[in-house]
């Protein structure tokens, strides 16, 4: 068989390669918006982020093109033309052009210092809030557990009552479901109770690991409301894929009014029927947080979802309800989740005070309605392979539950808005 032969079947594998490489990219376009998306991001983080990556492709790109065009060039050239050229002797060798060598290392240091300088002010950016915005920024602190986060706010631990009445402090935590002011910088200190694990919102910043003894931190800012995907991004045990959360950025008011619901205690739902819309007393707290960048402009947003969940469902069952409670203490479900006002104080899962408004369960990996807070109750090792609440829970504690426990828990679990 002759070169010839090859080449023209290398020229028909170039253009399919093109074509696929082609209909890739044209594709391409309808996932580039995807919930987990990097090139669409919407704060100033993961827009420095965007902006390096498509720095370092085009300085590749036109590597590839310049080195790509001289080969090319070369094997178009140079090729053998017919039978004679087949068995002629190789050109004369040499041990190359200085000039030629020289300018190619250059042109490499150029390259790579076109890259370097960037990247280099771009670890720097994402390291800390800028010194000019350290007064206005928000501190909250993740934890990673396998499989889900925590999020603590430091800076509300305001006062409230406890069930006697008598006043006291009130952290509070919430699981999975990160809620953040929008419009200011962020400041998440990472840590982990285990693994290593990498926190990661890919429309707002990341990804930075949380590491066992080791106190690492990041910035970020939403640019307005909105409603993005996390996930864990460092590969911590079998069910790591589905380590997910939430972030739901929110403007100044009604992130305040947020605040002050999760530092409610779990809402009541009276024997006689539907219950109050939210929790019974307000924390006493201050306001000062938001009064020097307080702006109306973000009250209008589009988290319609998350904000439907906010209040409570119609219909509600206070017999179920009630019966829920009661099993949540018999199951031993309190022995592992915080429900405050309901007298629950276990730290090994996720708080659950006001779990039912919340859009999402098992960190971020499902809907957070009836049936599949049942499937999770139901058999969470089904949802979740190895998990903690099956392994140290339903296993060691030899929890069972029949379809009216379920029922009852879900009726429960749900009414805590
Ligand atoms: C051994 C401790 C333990 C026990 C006992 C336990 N859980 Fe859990 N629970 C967990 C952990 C850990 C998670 C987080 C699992 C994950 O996402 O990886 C969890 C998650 C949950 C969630 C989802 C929370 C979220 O933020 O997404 C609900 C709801 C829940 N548990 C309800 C219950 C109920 C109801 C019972 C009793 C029948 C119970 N749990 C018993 C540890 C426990
Ligand atoms: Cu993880």
Known sequence: MSLSKYSSRFSRFLGAAAAVAGTLLLSGCYWFDGPQSTFDPNGPVARSQMDLFYLTCWVSLFI???????LAYA????????EADEHAEPPEQSHGNPLVEISLIGASVLALVIIAVPTLAGIWYSFDVPAENKADS???TATGYQWWFKFDYPGETAQTLDPTGKSMNAPFSVANELVIPSGRP??????????IHSFWIPKLAGKVDMMPNRANHLWLRADQPGYFWGQCAEFCGESHAVMRFRVIALGPKEFNDWVNAQMA?????????????KAQFAAYRSFHRNEAGYTGKFDVSPLDAWRAKQSPETGEDPAKIA??????AAKTCSSCHTIRGDGFIGVVGPELTHVGARTTIAAGLLENDRDELHRWIHAPNEVKPGNTMWVAGYLANNIKLTPED???????????K
């Open 64 to 70: 590839f093109v310049v080195v790509g065009g001289v």
């Open 75 to 82: 094997m178009v050239k140079f090729r053998a033309r017919g």
């Open 138 to 140: 928000y501190g909250i």
């Open 186 to 195: 962020v400041r998440i200190n990472l840590r982990t109770v285990d693994v």
């Open 265 to 277: 205690p779990a809402r009541k739902v009276p024997a006689g029927g539907a219950g109050d819309a």
């Open 323 to 328: 019966r829920g409670r009661e099993l949540f």
């Open 406 to 416: 379920e029922d009852a828990l879900v009726n429960y679990l749900q009414s805590l």
